[in-house]
């Protein structure tokens, strides 16, 4: 299943590629992995109209750190609860460069052109901000509150895949992400579940790498 996938991905990117930059103001049919090969496809074609390469990075404009991106409705929480793995195997990560290699520069994003995006596959995010850590030798982290449209863990995972996937095309820049961190909660805003992802192993997984049982057993998963 997971090889099929992949092998979709890589067709409909090869044949709709020059047409996939205004995917921002279409809407897409209600098909998942058309959608996920829709957001790869617009990242993709982000990064050739803009001249740059796959890994190459680009000096934000501005010699500062972005503002925290939230939404105007009600109140951004306090802080997201505390990480801890849950059922972790021990699987040895992709091969990534050592922290100290990456280049210290601050998430860059294009905050409407996501909020557009999320509002149009119907993800309930609740609130987002991001995390800087590169530039305290840390990683650079978008950390995500949402409301999934279904409770149960397969649910939520495929839908934590769609924003991995929408948060990474949304890049102004190559490679200005290392993870991304998602807490699933309730109406009344109880905490269900939170996952992590690094973005080494969501392009691992893109790249064919990875097959898709082994990203979701590289996921850091905490059930409440």
Not at 206 to 211: K, V
Request: aromatic residues 10%; hydrophobic residues 40%.
């Amino acid at each position: 299943m997971y090889s099929y996938i992949r092998m979709y991905i890589s067709n409909f990117l090869i044949l709709s590629l020059p047409f996939l930059l205004p995917a921002c103001t279409l809407h897409a049919p209600e098909d998942y992995y058309y959608e996920f090969a829709l957001m790869e496809g617009w990242g993709n074609t982000n990064r050739q109209n803009t001249g740059r390469q796959l890994h190459e990075v680009i000096r934000h404009p501005e010699n500062r750190e972005p503002l925290v991106i939230a939404f105007e409705v009600g109140k951004p929480p306090a802080a997201l609860i505390g990480f801890v793995p849950y059922d972790l195997p021990d699987l040895p990560e992709v091969d990534q460069p050592p922290i100290v290699t990456v280049p210290k520069v601050p998430i860059s994003l294009r905050g409407e052109v996501l909020r557009q995006l999320f509002v149009e596959k119907q993800i309930r995010v609740v609130h987002w901000r991001l995390k800087n850590g590169r530039l305290k030798d840390d990683q650079n982290v978008v950390l995500l509150n949402f409301i999934p449209r279904a409770f149960s863990e397969r649910a939520i995972k495929e839908e934590f895949l769609i924003i991995f996937a929408l948060v990474h095309a949304v890049q102004t820049q190559a490679d200005t992400i290392d993870a991304i961190r998602v807490m699933a909660e309730d109406e009344n805003g109880v905490p269900q579940m939170s996952l992590e992802a690094q973005v080494v192993n969501y392009t691992a997984y893109l790249q064919g790498q990875i097959d898709g049982q082994q990203w979701e057993q590289r996921l850091r998963l905490q059930r409440f």
